[in-house]
């Protein structure tokens, strides 16, 4: 699968770190300086790296303070309020962390009762294939050879859409916005839930390939369209779930040499999960002969198994380094559900704001309408952002959060992240630890950086309203500068290639 890393290497690894809402037009990148500044001077510096004819018009927030006493070194625009991205995620990490617990682990019940099984799940985006088999097996062994009645999927849990109110249609068919349900499979170890593997698999040339699902489920129709090309010759597969139903097509040429497979969203994750489940049993002898259906565990059931997912210091590793929406998500309804007995939107983001609060945020400049950041009516400031960062030292779950974040030009996916093709070969390699975040007119890099003398620094720069692609390279520019000092000012940043289209996060696109 394109995004399975090895589970060993992520339990060894680390720990976790739109339209609607009219954000106030502000001052145009490159005004006037409000104080004189020699050269070297990291005003000037920062001031000249703005310059960049790409941000003429736009919004740049930036920050820069020393970490240890929060005196801000350098501002412009921080108080200014722009959309945030995946930066989203550095204030839903915080609620999670603070809220939940680093410990916090997700369980999945089987129940019986009245000769109908129940499978209820709690948000673990952990359970793949393999977990399911566990709990199959698991049921087995406690003697149960035969389900009379059926099988229900209980997602309870959580409440509400499960979609973002805010996220874009067009995304829906694609792994970096699927369905937020309480029971849910995750097709690969690094848990990009609600979604399903696509294999595609040539066959002779003018002849369609062979197309296979991974986990295997019926919940899924293939609608192939593609066709084998000659060896050699351009792979143009793509891979489209037709929104409103659960049809993937597959459309396109692979070449006869070639290999292709792409994640698809599922619509209902609940019932999908209780597909998996149900093959799962049947591979281990157990017959259910009633339909699959939606439902909720009564009271008085009998518990067959649990499962207890890792902890969440475990899943911060893929959900911050690979900036995975769906678990930001799942936090969020979760953290409703512990405070409030409600999973939902509505119930959890209250709760992340009054948490935020206490980390000294100004939540009157803070608005989030999702957990990931994926909607265009979330805002926040540099400012705000930079005090979620400062206040995060001093909370016993920092290390979990510094060490899930991205690691600038650490090539290991679960090391590096977003950021493992960024600042290659200059000092904020393996310095930097930094959330990016890109949306279409939207890019952000914020985190933790230490100067040339060692003293810690926090940073937070926030572009809105760019022209062309996602200009990284200068919020690059700025990270090794406060790395490498003056004499780092002018160096060559190497970072990610980013066409005038890059309008997402360079791990949803498969691209860092």
């Not at 939540?363 to 705000?384: F, P």
């Not at 572009?463 to 780092?488: C, E, H, M, W």
Request: proline content about 5%; glycine content about 12%.
């Amino acid at each position: 699968m394109r995004r399975s890393t090895g589970l060993a290497l992520l339990l060894a690894g680390g720990v976790i770190a739109g339209s609607g809402v009219a954000v106030p037009a502000q001052a145009a990148v490159g005004s006037a300086s409000t104080r004189a500044a020699a050269p070297g001077d990291l005003k000037t510096d920062i001031d000249q790296i703005l310059s960049d004819s790409r941000l003429s018009g736009a919004t740049a927030g930036v920050t820069v303070r020393n970490a240890r006493t929060g005196a801000v070194l350098y501002s412009h625009d921080a108080d200014t309020r722009v959309v945030p991205a995946s930066n989203n995620k550095i204030e839903t990490s915080a609620a999670a962390f603070g809220i939940l617990g680093t410990g916090y682990r997700f369980r999945t019940n089987v129940s019986l009762r009245g000769g109908t099984l129940y499978l209820k799940g709690t948000g673990d985006p952990t359970l793949g294939a393999a977990a399911y088999d566990r709990l199959a097996a698991q049921v087995a062994t406690k003697g149960v050879k035969t389900v009379k009645g059926g099988l229900v999927a209980d997602d309870s849990w959580f409440e509400g859409p499960r979609l973002g109110p805010d996220w874009d249609p067009t995304d829906f068919p694609y792994y970096y916005a699927a369905e937020i349900s309480a029971l849910t499979v995750a097709p690969d170890d690094v848990f990009d839930v609600g979604t399903v593997d696509v294999v595609v698999t040539p066959t002779s040339p003018g002849q369609p390939p062979k197309v296979s699902l991974s986990p295997d489920t019926g919940v899924v129709t293939i609608d192939d369209k593609a066709t084998t090309g000659a060896p050699g010759s351009a792979s143009t597969v793509s891979v489209d779930r037709t929104v409103g139903t659960n049809t993937i097509v597959v459309s396109g040429s692979i070449p006869a040499d070639g290999t292709f497979d792409d994640l698809a969203t599922v619509q209902d994750p609940a019932l999908y999960a209780a597909d998996v489940f149900r093959r799962a049993l049947k591979a281990h002898g157990v017959t259910v002969e009633g339909d699959t259906t939606h439902g909720t565990t009564p009271k008085g059931a009998k518990v067959v198994t649990t499962r207890q997912s890792i902890p969440l210091s475990k899943i911060a590793t893929p959900y911050l380094k690979l900036s995975n929406n769906m678990i930001a998500e799942t936090l969020v309804k979760e953290i409703g559900r512990k405070v409030t007995g409600h999973g939902s939107w509505t119930a959890g983001l209250p709760v992340v704001a009054k948490y935020l609060k206490t980390l000294g945020v100004d939540t009157s400049q803070v608005k989030q309408t999702d957990g990931s950041g994926l909607g265009h009516s979330n805002y926040t400031t540099a400012t705000q952002i930079s005090n979620v960062l400062r206040a995060a030292q001093h909370k016993s779950w920092f290390p979990v959060f510094y060490n899930a974040i991205p690691i600038a030009g650490q090539s290991d996916e679960l090391v590096g992240g977003t950021l493992r093709s960024r600042m290659v070969g200059t000092p904020a390699a393996g310095n930097v630890h930094a959330k990016t975040g890109t949306l279409t007119g939207v890019s952000a890099l914020s985190g933790y950086v230490k100067d040339p003398d060692g003293q810690p620094l926090i940073f937070s720069v926030i572009f809105n309203g760019y022209q062309g692609g996602a200009p990284t390279d200068l919020q690059d520019k700025i990270a090794v500068r406060l790395a490498g000092g003056p004499s780092a000012a002018t160096s060559a940043v190497r970072s990610t290639a980013r066409s005038s289209a890059q309008n997402l996060e360079c791990s949803w696109t498969h691209s860092c």
